[in-house]
C-alpha cells in the first residue's frame, strides 16, 4: 500500500461534505480508505455489491459506507449512500489528493521563449516545450514530456513522465495523461503506387476534450485531413491505439489493449472490453456494450451488449472442435442431405 | 485541421509538375489538400473510390483530381489520374513539407565524442547520442530520442521525440519513426531450468532498410544470435510488437496492434489486419492479406485473403451459439449416427 | 549480428565451468556462440531438439553443445550436457557478458537530493530521480528514465533508457526493464455516478519481486488499494499490460501482447502465449499454459493447456463457415428434429 501520509477526516465531518446517511459514532477520524480484508481501525471500507456483505463481519474497518439494502448489514460506524462506489471514490479522492503542482518550470525544461506557460503551471524536469505552445493554469507537464509546436494542454491538466503530444494537438482542461502515451503521431495513410507505398502527409490534429483521461503507452493518431477527436469525460485505459479520423463519443470507457481502426466512430456512453476490435469506417450508436476480444466488423445501430470470442476449452478439445469448425459447410450441408432423404423416405411409405 | 500556414500553388502547375490532364481553370491557386465534405474554396479534394462520387455535388472544393472513369462527373477545375489517391498523396506533400531540420545538436543534448553526427542532421533537446553512434546526413533525431552505442541512423531519416535504439541497431535511409518506439530491445528468449527461467543473451541485431515507417510505441526486438530484419518500404503502423529474429519482406505493410512471434519470415507485399497474430517459426508467402482479428498458425504457401476471428452478435446468441460450439465435435457424432440410422432403416425399406 | 568484441575461451575451460562432458580437442578457442547455419569455426553451436540434428552436417561451428541421445551425431569437439538450451545459455552469457555498470550519476540527471543512489549505481544522461527514491548498488538507471517519488529499484537492477516507474512502487533485485515500460500507473477505476465516471484513486503500488525481466512497452498499473503484484523470477515479454491488483506467481512467462485484466491472480510457473487476453477477478492455477489469442473468462483450477481461437482459413472459406456458425443454433435444433423424425419414423415401421 501506499504509504505517503495521508490526511485524515472524521466521519461526521465526510458526511457533512458528501451527504448520505451517518449512523453510528460520527467522531470516528478516518486516515485511509481500503478494502474490507485489508482495513484497519483508522480505514473506511465500502461494499457495493451484496456478494462482499458476506465479509462485514470479519472485517476491522473504522467505519463502512454501505447501499440503502445494506443498512442494517454492520453495526459498525457507516455512511449509507444510494451510490456506495461513487461515495467512495469521494471520500478516497479526499483523503488522497493529488500530489500538489509546484509552478515553475524546471531549470533543466527546454520552453520555446514563444511559449505560453501560465505562471501557475508546472514544467518537469527535461520536458521540453515546442514553439507556440501553451500550457494552461495549474497544468503540469511531467518529467521528459515533449509537447510539440502550437499544441495546447488546458487547464489544471495532469501529463505524467514521458508523454509526447505532436505539433498542433490540443488537450482540454483537468485531462490526466499517463506516461508513454502519444497523442498525434501520424495516422497509418499510405497510397499503393507501382508496388511502393507513397505517405500521404497526416494534416489534421488530435482535439481531447474535457475531464478524459488517458491511460499509459496509448497512442491516438492525428487525423489525415479532418480532426480525431476525443469529446468530454472519456476514459481510455493503458495501451489503447486510436487510428486517424477516429471519434469518441463523450463519457465512453475503453479498456486497456483496445484498438479502433481509422475513421470509426464510436457513441457516447459505450463501454469497450479489453482487447476488442473496431474495424474501420464503422459507427457505433451510443450506449453501446462490447465484450473484451471481440472483433466488430460492422456498424451497431441499437444498444446492447455484443461478443464474438471464441470459447476456451482444453487444448485437445479444442483442435478436435476447431476441425470441425472448418467443417462447418459440410455439417449443414448434410444436415440439409438428411432432411431431404428423411422427407423422401417418409414419404415414401406414407 | 493543421493551422500551421501551408504554401500555394496554381492548378496549372500542379498538373506540370506531376502529370494527369486537366480540366478547367489552370489558374486556380490551391492551398490546401481536403476532404469533398471539409473543403474550401482554396482546397484540393479527391475522389478515388465511385462510391464517394454521389458527395461531388456538394463539395465547395475549388479543385478536384478525379479517376478517369469520372472525368465528367463534376464541373469544377480537376486532374484526371490514373490513381487519383497516390496524385493526392503527391499533392498533400507537396503543399505539406515535413519541417525543415535544423543541422545542429540542442545544447541540452548528450552526444558521446565518439559520436559521428553529420553536419546537416539534428540533434533535439535532452536527446541522448551513444559511443560510436553515427547518424547521417539530413537526419533528425528527436527530443528525448536514446541512440544507443554503436547504432545509426540513415541519412534524411526523422525519429520523433522519445524514441529508443538500441546499442549496434541500424536504421536506413528516408525512414520515420514516431515517439515511443523501441527498437532492438532484448527477444524474450529463456531456457527452462529446474523450474526457473535462464536468459539467452540477445546478441543479434534490428536491421531496418530504406524509406520504413514505424508507428509510436511499436517494438522491434534484436535477434537472439542473428539479426531481425526490415527490409526496405515496409510501414508498420502503431504497437506492433515484432519479436527476435522475424523478417519481413520489402513493401509489406503492417496495420496497428498486430503481433509477430519468433524466427517468423512474412513476404513482400503482404498486408496485415489490425491486432493480427502471426505465431512463431512461420514462413508467410509474398502478397498474402491476412484480415484483422485473426491468429495464423501455420506457414502460409500461397497468395491470397486469410481470415479468422469470431463473428460477433448480441451477447445472449453468442452464449446460445458458443456453447454449441463447444458441443460441434457431439453435432458431428449426432449427425453420422443419422446418417447410419437412415442408411440402415432405407436399406430395410427398399 | 552483434560486432561488439567478446571474450573468448577454450572449449575445456568451458567444460570445467559449466559442468557436462567434453568429447574432441579441449583446446578449440570459443569466441562467441551462433545458429548451426551462421556459425563460423571460432562459434559454438547448439542442438536442442532432434529435428535439428540433420543441420549437423552442414555446420561451420568450431564446437557443438549436444544433450545425451545426440552424443555421436557429430565428430565435431562437443559438450554433452543434460539441458544443452540452458547450457547454451550460460555459454553466451559468459560469452557476451552485461555492459558493465559505471558507477556515478551522469552530470544531465536530475536526482533528487533527499533520494539514496548507492555509489556503484549508474543514473543515465537526462534520468530523473525522485524524492526519497532507492537506487541500490550496482543497478543502472538508463538515460531518460524517471524514478517517481519513493520508488525503489534493487540491487544489480538495469533499466533501459526511458522506463517511467511511478511514486513508490518497488522493483527488487537483478530485475531487467527494458525501455518504455510504465510501472505504477493508475489502474483504471471509474465509478459510474449520473451518466460521468468518477475516478477512484489509486493508492496502492506495483511490488515487483526479483530476477524478474519486463519488455519493452509493458505497463503494469498500481493497485487501487492494496498492490499489485509480480513474484520473483517472473518473465514478461513486450506490450503486455496488467492491470491493478493483479498477482502474477513467481516464475510465470508471459508473451507479448497479453493483457490481464483486474484483481486476477495467475499461478506460478504458468505460461501465457503472445495475446492471451485473461478476463478479470479470476483465478488461474499454478503450471497452467494458455495458448496464442486465447480468451480466458473463467478461472482455470486445473493443470493443464488450454486453448481457445478461431481458426483461420481462406476468407471465402471464413465466410461460408461464419455464416453457419451464427447459425449452429439453428443447426443443432434441426438435428433433434431430425432425430425425432427419425425415432419416430422407425417406430412406425419397426
Same mark, same amino acid.
Given at each position: 500500500?501506499?504509504?505517503?501520509?495521508?490526511?485524515?477526516?472524521?466521519?461526521?465531518?465526510?458526511?457533512?461534505?458528501?451527504?448520505?446517511? !451517518?449512523?453510528?459514532? =460520527?467522531? $470516528?477520524?478516518?486516515?485511509?480508505?481500503?478494502?474490507?480484508?485489508?482495513? &484497519? %481501525?483508522?480505514? #473506511? *471500507?465500502?461494499?457495493?455489491?451484496?456478494?462482499?456483505?458476506?465479509?462485514?463481519?470479519?472485517?476491522?474497518?473504522?467505519?463502512?459506507?454501505?447501499?440503502?439494502?445494506?443498512?442494517?448489514?454492520?453495526?459498525?460506524?457507516?455512511?449509507?449512500?444510494?451510490?456506495?462506489?461513487?461515495?467512495?471514490?469521494?471520500?478516497?479522492?479526499? !483523503?488522497?489528493?493529488? =500530489?500538489? $503542482?509546484?509552478?515553475?518550470?524546471?531549470?533543466?525544461?527546454?520552453?520555446? &521563449? %514563444?511559449?505560453? #506557460? *501560465?505562471?501557475?503551471?508546472?514544467?518537469?524536469?527535461?520536458?521540453?516545450?515546442?514553439?507556440?505552445?501553451?500550457?494552461?493554469?495549474?497544468?503540469?507537464?511531467?518529467?521528459?514530456?515533449?509537447?510539440?509546436?502550437?499544441?495546447?494542454?488546458?487547464?489544471?491538466?495532469?501529463?505524467?513522465?514521458?508523454?509526447?503530444?505532436?505539433?498542433?494537438?490540443?488537450?482540454?482542461?483537468?485531462?490526466?495523461?499517463?506516461s508513454g502515451a502519444v497523442i498525434g503521431a501520424d495516422g497509418f495513410g499510405f497510397a499503393p503506387e507501382d508496388g511502393n507505398w507513397r505517405k500521404i502527409p497526416q494534416t489534421g490534429r488530435v482535439v481531447i476534450g474535457d475531464d478524459v483521461e488517458i491511460g499509459a503507452n496509448t497512442t491516438i493518431?492525428?487525423?489525415?485531413?479532418?480532426?480525431?477527436?476525443?469529446?468530454?469525460?472519456?476514459?481510455?485505459?493503458?495501451?489503447?491505439?486510436?487510428?486517424?479520423?477516429?471519434?469518441?463519443?463523450?463519457?465512453?470507457?475503453?479498456?486497456?489493449?483496445?484498438?479502433?481502426?481509422?475513421?470509426?466512430?464510436?457513441?457516447?456512453?459505450?463501454?469497450?472490453?479489453?482487447?476488442?476490435?473496431?474495424?474501420?469506417?464503422?459507427?457505433?450508436?451510443?450506449?453501446?456494450?462490447?465484450?473484451?476480444?471481440?472483433?466488430?466488423?460492422?456498424?451497431?445501430?441499437?444498444?446492447?451488449?455484443?461478443?464474438?470470442?471464441?470459447?476456451?476449452?482444453?487444448?485437445?478439445?479444442?483442435?478436435?472442435?476447431?476441425?470441425?469448425?472448418?467443417?462447418?459447410?459440410?455439417?449443414?450441408?448434410?444436415?440439409?442431405?438428411?432432411?431431404?432423404?428423411?422427407?423422401?423416405?417418409?414419404?415414401?411409405?406414407?
Amino acid at each position: 500500500m501506499n504509504k505517503r501520509k495521508s490526511r485524515s477526516f472524521k466521519l461526521g465531518d465526510i458526511a457533512r461534505r458528501f451527504g448520505g446517511e !451517518l449512523i453510528g459514532n =460520527a467522531e $470516528v477520524r478516518i486516515h485511509q480508505v481500503s478494502t474490507l480484508q485489508s482495513a &484497519r %481501525s483508522t480505514d #473506511i *471500507a465500502f461494499v457495493a455489491q451484496s456478494r462482499y456483505l458476506a465479509q462485514l463481519n470479519q472485517t476491522h474497518a473504522g467505519a463502512l459506507i454501505l447501499g440503502p439494502e445494506a443498512r442494517t448489514a454492520s453495526s459498525l460506524p457507516r455512511i449509507i449512500s444510494a451510490n456506495p462506489y461513487a461515495y467512495f471514490a469521494r471520500v478516497a479522492a479526499l !483523503l488522497n489528493p493529488a =500530489a500538489a $503542482v509546484k509552478p515553475g518550470a524546471h531549470k533543466s525544461a527546454v520552453v520555446d &521563449r %514563444s511559449a505560453r #506557460i *501560465a505562471k501557475s503551471a508546472a514544467i518537469g524536469a527535461c520536458a521540453v516545450i515546442g514553439k507556440g505552445a501553451h500550457v494552461g493554469a495549474g497544468a503540469s507537464i511531467g518529467p521528459g514530456c515533449n509537447i510539440g509546436d502550437g499544441a495546447s494542454v488546458g487547464t489544471g491538466s495532469r501529463l505524467y513522465a514521458n508523454v509526447t503530444v505532436y505539433h498542433e494537438c490540443r488537450i482540454g482542461a483537468r485531462c490526466i495523461v499517463h506516461s508513454g502515451a502519444v497523442i498525434g503521431a501520424d495516422g497509418f495513410g499510405f497510397a499503393p503506387e507501382d508496388g511502393n507505398w507513397r505517405k500521404i502527409p497526416q494534416t489534421g490534429r488530435v482535439v481531447i476534450g474535457d475531464d478524459v483521461e488517458i491511460g499509459a503507452n496509448t497512442t491516438i493518431d492525428r487525423g489525415t485531413l479532418d480532426d480525431t477527436v476525443i469529446e468530454d469525460g472519456v476514459k481510455l485505459d493503458n495501451q489503447i491505439q486510436i487510428a486517424h479520423n477516429v471519434w469518441i463519443g463523450a463519457n465512453t470507457a475503453i479498456a486497456g489493449c483496445v484498438g479502433i481502426a481509422g475513421s470509426t466512430r464510436i457513441g457516447r456512453h459505450c463501454m469497450l472490453g479489453g482487447a476488442a476490435i473496431i474495424l474501420g469506417h464503422l459507427t457505433i450508436a451510443d450506449h453501446v456494450i462490447i465484450s473484451s476480444g471481440t472483433v466488430i466488423m460492422k456498424s451497431i445501430d441499437e444498444p446492447g451488449t455484443y461478443t464474438g470470442f471464441y470459447p476456451f476449452s482444453s487444448h485437445q478439445r479444442w483442435r478436435r472442435n476447431a476441425a470441425h469448425l472448418r467443417q462447418i459447410d459440410d455439417l449443414a450441408a448434410r444436415i440439409r442431405e438428411l432432411e431431404r432423404r428423411l422427407a423422401k423416405a417418409q414419404g415414401n411409405h406414407s
